[in-house]
C-alpha cells in the first residue's frame, strides 16, 4: 500500500515557466512532509519542508502548499531554470519522535532552456 | 560543515555474500537512517539508529542489520546477499532535537551490485 504517491512520472517545462509537483498521501497521521530533490549519483538533497499547521511554506523560487483536508501537496518552482532538472520526492513523516521518512516515488522535471 | 559520508562507494559480491556497508553523519547529529532505493519501490526505509539503539525499523528481512557506535557512526550488514538486494543504500542524518522537526540530510550513497 502506497501511503505518498507521485503520480506523474515525469514533467517537461520551458526554463523562465512554473513547476508545479504534485503530491498525494493517505495516511492522516503525517504530520511533516518535505521535498527532496535528486540527480544521478548522489543522494537526495533537502528542498523545502512544511509541518501540519501551516498551509504554505516558501523558500526563494520554491513554494510547497499543503491542502490538508485533500491530503495533497504540491511544489512550486518560479521561474524554473535548466538547474533544476532532477528527480524530486515528497516524503512524509509521522511525528512523535520518529525519523521515519516515507517517500513517494519520484517525478523527473525536465526543464527546457 | 562536513556532509553524510558512505563508504564504499561502489561494491560489487556475489550471491550468498555478506556486505557491511559505513556511515558517518553530520557532525553532532545523532540519528542516522539508512534506505534503500531500487528502481521498482523508489526509495524504502531500513532502520534508524539513535543513541546505538534501533529505534525504527522499515519492512525489511532479518538479513539486513545494522548497528551505531557512540561516536554516531553507523554500519549496516545484508547477509546471504540475493540478486535483489542490488541497489543504492542511503544514509541519512538528523539532529534529533526534541520538539523540532527534523530534516534528514543524506549521504551519497553506496551503490550494491550482486552478481
Known amino acids: 500500500d502506497q501511503q505518498v504517491k507521485q503520480n506523474s512520472p515525469s514533467l517537461s517545462v520551458q526554463e523562465g515557466r512554473i513547476s508545479i509537483l504534485n503530491c498525494d498521501y493517505t495516511?492522516?497521521?503525517?504530520?511533516?512532509f518535505l521535498w527532496y530533490k535528486k540527480y544521478p549519483a548522489e543522494g537526495p538533497t533537502f528542498l523545502i519542508s512544511i509541518s501540519s499547521i501551516k498551509d504554505k511554506n516558501e523558500d526563494g523560487r520554491f513554494t510547497v502548499f499543503l491542502n490538508k483536508s485533500a491530503k495533497h501537496l504540491s511544489l512550486h518552482i518560479v521561474p524554473s531554470q535548466p538547474g533544476d532538472s532532477a528527480v524530486y520526492f515528497c516524503a512524509a513523516s509521522a511525528q512523535g519522535g520518529s525519523e521515519k521518512l516515507v517517500f513517494g516515488k519520484g517525478t523527473k522535471l525536465t526543464v527546457n532552456p | 560543515k562536513a556532509g553524510v559520508t558512505q563508504t564504499p562507494r561502489y561494491l560489487i559480491k556475489t550471491r550468498g555474500q555478506q556486505v557491511t556497508l559505513s556511515c558517518s553523519p553530520i557532525?553532532?547529529?545523532?540519528?542516522v537512517s539508512w534506505y534503500q532505493q531500487t528502481p521498482g519501490q523508489g526509495l524504502q526505509f531500513l532502520f534508524e539508529?539513535?543513541?546505538?539503539?534501533?529505534?525504527n525499523k522499515g519492512n525489511f528481512p532479518g538479513r539486513f542489520s545494522g548497528r551505531q557506535f557512540s561516536n554516531s557512526r553507523s554500519e549496516m550488514n545484508v547477509s546471504t546477499l540475493e540478486l535483489g538486494d542490488s541497489a543504492l543504500y542511503l544514509c541519512?542524518?538528523?539532529?534529533?532535537?526534541?520538539?523540532?522537526?527534523?530534516?534528514?540530510?543524506f549521504g551519497p550513497g553506496t551503490r550494491l551490485t550482486v552478481l
Open positions: 541519512a542524518s538528523s539532529l534529533n532535537s526534541a520538539g523540532l522537526y527534523n530534516e534528514q540530510f
Open positions: 557532525s553532532g547529529h545523532r540519528s
Open positions: 495516511n492522516s497521521m503525517f504530520d511533516y
Open positions: 539508529y539513535f543513541s546505538e539503539t534501533q529505534r
